[in-house]
Every structure is written in structure tokens, then in C-alpha cells.
């Protein structure tokens, strides 16, 4: 019973708890003066070991701690993966990055917890199946660090004898294995020709300086691992070959070893920050340019005759009773434009691929049959339609502001029915219309507003038909 | 044991205080509704689904009474189906209850224009389009 008692009031401290969390930096200030007081020192145990977990100089820890910490942060933040988890010390366990369980070990590089953690992804493969030893006391020497192994081995790294749940053992018998038996030049100019694999072991050599700086007691192993690893960094980086090591190392590089990357691969850390500089200053010219041309396209779109025609198709059979759509209303053969019968997808069709008429972006022989609005960026894309919301330089697109002519899809948020829509699941049947003037939105019926209905239809689409010249006018985007 | 008693009692009285609170505010929003300007007020849309989902949650005579006066006003400026559908959860669950009261405020011509979206809402969902 009193387990019982207990494990109700966790479940409602925990509630409390999470209520706490969701608190905003802007209500610091309506915090107690206890709960100010806890939040202050949770801040100063994440300093401390952010301040433990570098080998910033103190200028620079100094300079970080100023006003222009908040720019450079910003950045980083923006830019690379960095975030304030990247300020957590991982620990290397055989070579593998890893994480400290709560109580201080380094768990193992096979554990689902390491494996699953995204974070870690990034310092290369992962400890899975693969690099099993196929036996009990067999552990796997991260290859990117301890090289392929074996000549006569399987070329995934070296299988050492050793408790695989102990770092120290295991890690060990690793850097035993490597100056003992270790190909350390074929690893070397294998590391070399791979500038990818070479950037992971750049991260994983940083991320060891850091570890070892904090924890060279309690993991003996520290001492041999960081003259290893200091030893072939040496090797590894030139002037030459610096600049192809540039694009792998964006998701490596944290504001947290930036200076370990410096000193390991001659200022390489430095060289990737301006190169993340000039990068963005590269990708915000690109999307200003694009949206320029994007504007102009948009423009020709707007003042298209096939434009105008549709838009004139629309306004006509919205007073029409097309086919059956009135069946179940009062209407027989026409209605009130402003009156929909729920058939808007097919009403916007025959808008777009009119039966013997001219000026038409489709022809009826193509009448996407049996489609509801939800699912028309499948066949509005084969018509060579745009989805203007997939664009990152239209980013501020809504159908309110939408150009004329843009055709713009819903799905609906209060459903039953589930459509996958470019492997997204959405609700449907959805919405289509298309905007006319500013308050003109047309399908089935005529509305003065984006058919939003208190929310019950959310936009995903907004559609309209970019001329080859426009399209062969606009830049690639640089991806950070 | 009493203190689990205790526990549950004031986590139920928690959950109805917060829904009471909630049935309260959409009530008197609703009130204050005398006249619909627009076609398309979403602020009005948004505060008939939310009545329509709370009442879904917890039957209210006030509520309901409230919510169904604010429908018809609406439907009257935009009789679309989509209208219907705002408020269609709840006339699907309380369908006596809501029967009752739809008959008692909407007029005769409005009346049929609701049961004919009642009817639109229905073929849209079974066979689509949009």
C-alpha cells in the first residue's frame, strides 16, 4: 500500500515537475525567490562543467563570457548541431564515443542507449550488429580510431579479449592491440583518402582530449589514448589537405572543441567556423537571389492568359451545378456561387483542364479522375506545378498573402479519413481553391477569406506554374 | 489508504474545477456574441469547435444552449456545410439532446439548410473530394 502512495505522488510530482520545466526564460523574474535560487545554481553545475569539459584559454573563456558570446552562440547554435547538449563531456570506450551513465561510467558503445543517441551519429558508425566479435569477452576496436585490424581479419577493426562492459579494460586492450600488431601507416593514409572518415576521427580525437582533460584519473587508459591520438592527428592534416576536410566538418565542430580541433589539426577548428561564416553569407545571397527570381515568376505566373482563363472557368461554374454536385441540395442546375456542395477538388480540376477550350494549363484527356483535394500536389507537380511552401525563400507564403492564380491545398485536422500525401500522413478529404483577387478564393463556391474554418482546414500547399526561364534562373542553396 | 483516497479525490476535483472553468469562459465568450458580422469569422469558428469539443467532454445545458444560439446566427450570414461541421462532433454525440435544441432555435428555412449540410458532411466523409 505504501509503495502504492508513493508511486501516485511520483506520478504527480512528475506532473509538477514538467509544468516547471515548460516555464520560459521571460518568467524568470515571476519566480520565488527559492525557485530563483535553484534555477541559479543548475546554471552554475552546467558552467562548471562546460568550464571543466574545454581547454579554452582563459582570455578566450574570458571573451566567451562577454556580450559577443551571445553572437558567436547565436551562430553556432543556428548554424551547426551544436547545442547546449554538446556541452556534455562523451567519453571514449575502445575507441567509440560515448556517454557517462548516472553514475559516472561510461556506458558501453553496444548498448541501444549509446546507439540510439543522434548526437553521437555524427563521430561515424555506430556499435551495432555489424561489428559484432561473434563471441562473449570479444569487444570491437572502433576501426576509425584503432585502424581495420588484421591483414588477415575481416577489415572492420581489431577484436580484442577483454570485458566488453569495462572501458578500461576494453579500451586497453585496444591501443595493446594497435602498437602492437596495428598497420599504423596503412591506417593513416586510409584515414587520408577518406576526408569523411577522417573527419570523425578529428571529432572523436577532440572529443578524447576533452574527456581525458576531465577524467584523466579515473580512466588510466587516457594517458596512451591521447598520445596515440595526438601522435597520428599530426600525420593526418596538412595545409593540403585541409580544405577537403571543410564540408565534413560542419556537423563535428561545436563551439566546445573548437580549440581540442585547433591544436590537433592546425587550426582547423578556426578554418571550419569561417568557412561556416562564409558558407551562410553564401546561402543568404542564394535565397535572396532566389527570391527575387521567385518573384518575378510569380509575377508572370499572376499575368498568364491560361492564369486569367482559369480563374474566369472558376468564377463561371461556381454558379454552375457541374455534373451531379448539386444532387442532395435545393439546387438542380445552378446555385449561389457562394454556395459549396463539398465537390471543391473536382471544380478546380475542370477549371485546370477544361473540355475543347484554349488557354488551359491542362487538357481533359489528362483529368487527374478520382482524386480528392488533399492528394493534388501529386498531379499538380506532374503538370510541373511549384509548391511555393516547400521553398525556404518563401517562407513567409500564406495564403492570405498568397499571388493571384496560386492554387493553394488543405488537408483537413478534425478527420477519420487519412490520406499519405509525399509520405506524409494528412487529413482529408481536404480543401483545394484557388485565389483570384484579394478576397477572392474559388472552388466549388467563392469565398472572401482562405477557406481556414477556425482551423478545422490547415494549408499545405500553395501551387503555382514557374516558367523553365525562371527555373534555370534561380541558384542552389548552400546546406549548413 | 486515506491517502490515496485523498489523492484521487483532489485530482478529480482538479480535473472538474479546470473543465468547469473552461465550460465557464467558453459560455460567457459565446454570450457576448449578438450579431455576426463577417462570413468568415475564424475567432467565431474557433470558439464553436471548442464549444462543440467541450461539450463533447462534459454535457452542459448553458453551454449548449449558448453554442447552438451562436450557430444559427452564423449560419444565417454563411449557410456552408462547413459551418455544420464545426459542430458536427457533438451533434453526432448528443443527438437528442442537440435534436431539441437546433429544432427550438434555428427557423424552418434554416433548419432545412442545416439538415441538408448534415447530409453534405456525411458524402464528404464517405467518398470524398473535398
Not at chain 1, 477550350?357 to 501529386?378: L, M, R
Not at chain 1, 490520406?419 to 469565398?447: A, L, T
Not at chain 2, 463577417?38 to 464553436?48: A, G, I, M, Y
Request: hydrophobic content about 35%; aromatic content about 10%; proline content about 4%.
Amino acid at each position: 500500500m505504501k509503495k502504492l502512495t508513493l508511486l501516485i505522488s511520483i506520478f504527480f510530482g512528475v506532473q509538477t515537475l514538467a509544468l516547471e520545466q515548460g516555464i520560459s526564460f521571460e518568467l524568470y523574474h515571476q519566480l520565488s525567490f527559492e525557485r530563483k535560487k535553484d534555477f541559479h545554481q543548475a546554471l552554475m553545475k552546467v558552467m562548471e562543467r562546460r568550464t571543466l569539459g574545454t581547454r579554452f584559454r582563459d582570455s578566450i573563456i574570458e571573451e566567451r563570457l562577454t556580450s559577443s558570446v551571445m553572437k558567436s552562440w547565436d551562430f553556432w547554435i543556428s548554424t551547426a548541431h551544436a547545442d547546449v547538449e554538446n556541452a556534455e563531456i562523451f567519453c571514449n570506450f575502445g575507441g567509440w564515443i560515448s556517454e557517462f551513465d548516472d553514475e559516472g561510467e561510461c556506458l558501453a558503445p553496444w548498448s541501444s542507449k549509446v546507439r540510439e543517441n543522434s548526437v553521437l551519429s555524427v563521430y561515424g558508425p555506430v556499435y551495432n550488429g555489424e561489428f559484432s566479435c561473434g563471441g562473449a569477452k570479444l569487444f570491437r576496436c572502433n576501426p576509425i580510431i584503432f585502424g581495420q585490424g588484421p591483414r588477415d581479419g575481416d577489415g572492420k577493426g581489431f577484436c580484442a579479449t577483454a570485458d566488453d562492459r569495462d572501458p578500461r579494460d576494453s579500451t586497453t586492450a585496444c591501443i595493446e592491440l594497435y602498437e602492437g600488431g596495428g598497420d599504423v601507416e596503412t591506417h593513416i593514409n586510409e584515414l587520408k583518402e577518406d576526408p569523411e572518415k577522417l573527419a570523425n576521427y578529428l571529432g572523436i580525437a577532440s572529443e578524447v582530449l576533452r574527456f581525458c582533460q576531465k577524467s584523466f584519473d579515473d580512466f588510466p587508459y587516457c594517458d596512451q589514448l591521447t598520445t596515440n591520438i595526438l601522435n597520428t592527428s599530426g600525420q593526418l592534416v596538412s595545409c593540403e589537405n585541409r580544405d577537403s576536410l571543410l564540408p565534413f566538418m560542419p556537423d563535428i565542430v561545436t563551439p566546445f572543441n573548437l580549440d581540442e580541433l585547433d591544436s590537433i589539426a592546425k587550426g582547423l577548428g578556426s578554418k571550419t567556423k569561417l568557412y561556416l561564416e562564409e558558407l551562410r553569407k553564401k546561402q543568404i545571397a542564394a535565397v535572396e537571389k532566389n527570391k527575387e527570381v521567385l518573384n518575378e515568376a510569380i509575377e508572370s505566373y499572376s499575368v498568364d492568359p491560361r492564369t486569367s482563363a482559369t480563374l474566369e472557368r472558376l468564377r463561371n461554374n461556381s454558379k454552375k451545378c457541374l455534373i451531379d454536385s448539386c444532387k442532395g441540395t435545393r439546387h438542380k442546375n445552378s446555385k449561389p456561387s457562394s454556395k459549396s456542395v463539398a465537390f471543391c477538388a473536382r471544380y478546380v480540376k475542370f477549371a485546370l483542364f477544361p473540355y475543347g477550350e484554349e488557354n488551359a494549363f491542362g487538357e481533359w484527356a489528362d483529368y487527374p479522375w478520382s482524386t480528392d483535394a488533399v492528394e493534388s500536389g501529386a498531379w499538380l507537380k506532374e503538370m510541373g506545378f511549384t509548391n511555393l511552401m516547400a521553398r525556404p525563400e518563401m517562407s513567409q507564403l500564406t495564403p492570405e498573402n498568397a499571388p493571384k492564380g496560386a492554387i493553394i491545398v488543405y488537408e483537413d485536422v478534425s478527420t477519420r479519413r487519412y490520406y499519405n500525401v509525399d509520405g506524409q500522413k494528412r487529413g482529408g478529404p481536404g480543401h483545394i481553391e484557388i485565389k483570384g483577387e484579394s478576397d477572392e478564393y474559388m472552388s466549388d463556391f467563392i469565398n472572401d477569406e482562405p477557406t481556414r474554418i477556425g482551423g478545422l482546414r490547415k494549408p499545405i500547399g500553395i501551387y503555382i506554374k514557374i516558367k523553365p526561364k525562371f527555373e534555370e534562373a534561380m541558384v542552389e542553396v548552400p546546406e549548413l | 489508504m486515506k491517502t490515496i483516497f485523498l489523492i484521487l479525490t483532489f485530482s478529480i476535483s482538479l480535473f472538474t474545477f479546470c473543465n468547469g472553468e473552461v465550460e465557464e469562459i467558453l459560455t460567457k465568450d459565446l454570450k457576448a456574441i449578438s450579431k455576426i458580422e463577417k462570413r468568415n469569422d475564424n475567432k467565431v469558428f474557433k470558439l464553436l469547435r471548442e464549444s462543440a469539443s467541450s461539450l463533447e467532454k462534459k454535457w452542459s445545458e448553458d453551454l449548449s444552449t449558448e453554442m447552438v444560439r451562436v450557430y444559427a446566427l452564423v449560419l444565417k450570414k454563411n449557410p456552408n456545410f462547413f459551418i455544420t461541421e464545426l459542430i458536427y462532433p457533438i451533434i453526432e454525440a448528443k443527438k437528442k439532446e442537440m435534436k431539441a435544441l437546433l429544432e427550438k432555435e434555428l427557423k424552418s428555412s434554416d433548419l432545412e439548410i442545416h439538415k441538408e449540410n448534415i447530409k453534405l458532411i456525411k458524402r464528404r466523409t464517405k467518398k470524398g473530394n473535398g
